[in-house]
């Protein structure tokens, strides 16, 4: 869109923002009212009247305040209210150049690959919503006046996420806003959406990663259109501000801290329509994929069988419900339309290829097609039920599957925080012809060791997958070899809880000291052994002991409980603890060989409090830990040695995963305390040199390690040590604060 000279005070605009939901706390959002906030502003602030901007939210109490000190006649985002205004309120506007409609809140892809964004009367078990589609085909309709409004921009970001099995029954079909024929198809209308069908719209920092991208582009083209406009002020070209867009997340993407794809849809703007969606163009099929997908063509032609149009139809209807994209226009489609509309969506080929041959034998050779064409194996249904169940899993959880890939294949970069991440580097374990997948091992081995409710569910998506792909015996020779495999794990974890040593197993070790009483620094302690899901306390020592009876009590509790190099050993202390150099205690004190904690497991100590008021941004920085490096760590100036000063420079730095400390250790019991508050779950610092030394010492120590091994890193450095007084790795110090894994609730002390 090219710039025209444009009337701000000639535009209406429509916000609705959706953060509180009927149902339980999980569903509700944190961050759609802010960017309405900020969309009102910039609309305000290009000179659109505040009468002309009609607001609906359903905020959270916390935003109230702010939400009413911007827009004080704001009206709830009821289904009514939502209905109300725009089929009778948009029929009031009159002679206006533009009309601006935003929406933010929760969306889903509901039956018949329709978008639905979600009422505020949605529960967890009755997702009710507005038929997004409906949103523009309203503004071409007689709700809004033939001669009242030029041209129409729409943005939504909500996410367009396909509904898991189970979940996708719940949710009611989305809700037009108008079934009127559209009287003015001519009306152009510039639609963004914060991202593509079937994928996710996300946060940061309480506001949309999209709308905060946009807003930023706006006003920089509206600074440029000032400048070039005069005081009359000019319209936005618009391409150029998606173009703004489109280079942001391309840059979180190549950071790897996004993988959001937003689209735009341009109807009738400057005689033209179109859809753009970010990231590079498909490109064409190489001659290779080309004669795949004539093979699959010709496939499907002969799986059609003798009625191929009522075929056709069928199968058309039931891909509807999986797939992401609008079906073939021709009714009913040919066996080539098929297949491109197929490899227009994800795990399209072999959902069709389910489809046409649910009772038909299938072909290596066109299984062959199918991955060569999409690299994937599972259908559309299967990678969702996947993915629900891992979701399903805590992150624990979660992990242990990840391990168990990495022991059978040896796999050793597989993200736990995201079970779609998760299953898509699982799935890309591409099963050889006739040969059980791969993944479907790493399930069966981990159902059979965890046995949980979850674990029986996965088990049993394995063996549909199997029964599809003909190798239900194959997979069940595999579980008997994964049941023996798990009472072996048993038996081994049985004979260490009965004092043996360690098995092959990992875990962690949590170990409470209480605040020391009295002279002598006694404290209070208590430990606990997590393996998977599993929490066993180990110690409860009520009565107050010296480090050195604590340190000969946790020494007998490793010998017995944890493996050396591997179990993670966690302090949890108070503020005032965290500078306790727990890695430096003492093993075998009165044995021959003089160890140290740090050398022999991965000592790390955390602190849970001051966590509370700011809990999300600690989960988000700790997000930032799975694919950041060393060189992602903040170094805090020694300078900045009081709460207020590190507080001012760590609420600019919301994506910083950890800190390096250099600060003096007479001043950082504030700097500690300003950390925890601002939810930095990372912090590496040197236990007694100054400044200087420690900025050198720390930098040469920490090379470019991924902060994942961590952890192990430090016990490397600190088993150097052993052998070298000089070496300052047995100075180095690590907080390391997993808001996933917590510990367990605290006991009352005077309790028996």
Partial sequence: MTAVEHDWRRTHAVIVAVERYNGSDTLNLDGPVHDAIGMRKWLTGRGVPPENIQLLASPLERNRAALEAAHPDYRP????????????????????????????????????????????????????????????????????????????????????????????ELADIPQPLTDWPQTRSDRPVFWMRACQAGAVAMEQDG??????????????????????????????????????????????????????????????????????????????????????????????????????????????????????????????PSAEELVDWALENPHGTVT???????????????????????????????????????????????????EEARALFGLVDLSCHDPAVLADALEELLPKPDQLPQLLRVVERFAAVDEGAVAADLRAWSLRCAERLGL??????????????????????????????????????????????????????????????????????????????????????????????????????????LELAVHRWQLDAEGPLERSLGTDYPVVVRCTELRDNQRHVWKRRWDRVDSAGTEDLEWLPAHLDTFKQVHGVLQGQEDVPGLVLTTPSRARSDVFNACLFDGVPVLIWHGEAEAATARAELTTLLGTERLRSLPQHLRKLRSASEADESHHGRHMALLWDDPHRPLPDQLDLSAP
Wanted: charged share 30%; with cysteine.
């Fill in 207 to 332: 506001a949309g990663r999209f709308t905060s991208a946009l807003l930023r582009q706006l006003e920089a083209a509206g600074a440029d259109a000032d400048a070039n406009g005069g005081a009359d002020g000019a319209g936005l070209d618009l391409d150029r501000v998606w173009r703004g867009v489109q280079d942001e997340f391309a840059q979180m993407r190549a950071a790897g801290s996004s993988r959001q794809y937003p689209t735009m849809h341009v109807i009738n703007w400057e005689e033209q329509e179109r859809t753009v969606r970010l990231g590079p163009p498909a490109p064409p099929l190489d001659p290779e994929k080309r004669r795949f997908r004539e093979t699959l063509v010709l496939e499907a032609s002969g799986l059609l069988g003798a009625d191929p149009a009522g075929s056709a139809g069928r199968v058309a209807a039931r891909l509807c419900e999986q797939f992401t994209t609008g079906p073939p226009a021709t009714t009913p």
């Fill in 77 to 168: 985002a009821e289904r009514a209210n939502v209905r109300k205004v725009f089929r009778e309120g948009l029929s009031h506007i009159d002679g206006d150049d533009w009309l601006w409609v935003y929406w933010a809140g929760h969306g889903v892809q509901a039956r018949g690959g329709r978008w639905s964004l979600l009422y505020p009367e949605t529960s967890d078990t009755d997702l009710q919503g507005l038929d997004a589609d409906s949103l523009v085909d309203l503004v071409r309709t007689d709700h809004l006046r033939w001669d009242a409004v030029d041209r129409v921009t729409v943005v939504i970001d909500a996410c367009r996420q396909a509904l898991p099995p189970g979940s996708h």
């Fill in 472 to 577: 239900k015996g194959q997979l069940m020779e595999r579980r008997g070899e994964a049941e023996e495999y798990a009472e072996g794990v048993k038996a081994a974890d049985l004979a260490q809880d009965q004092g043996a040593p360690p098995s092959d197993s990992w875990g962690s070790i949590q170990i409470r000291l209480h605040p020391s009483s009295g002279s002598g620094q006694r404290r209070a302690y208590e430990v606990w052994t997590r393996r998977g899901e599993d929490i066993i306390s180990l110690a409860k020592v009520d009565t107050p002991a010296s480090l050195e009876e604590i340190q000969r009590g946790i020494d007998d509790l490793l010998s017995r409980h944890a493996r050396t190099r591997d179990t993670l050993v966690e302090f949890f202390v108070a503020p005032t603890d």
């Fill in 352 to 402: 069709l290829l389910a489809e046409l041959s649910a009772h038909t034998p299938v072909r290596t050779e066109i299984r062959k097609a199918c991955h060569v064409l999409q690299d994937q194996w599972l259908t559309r249904a299967e990678y969702t039920e996947l993915v629900a169940l891992l979701g399903r899993l805590d992150e624990r959880g979660r992990y242990d599957v990840a």
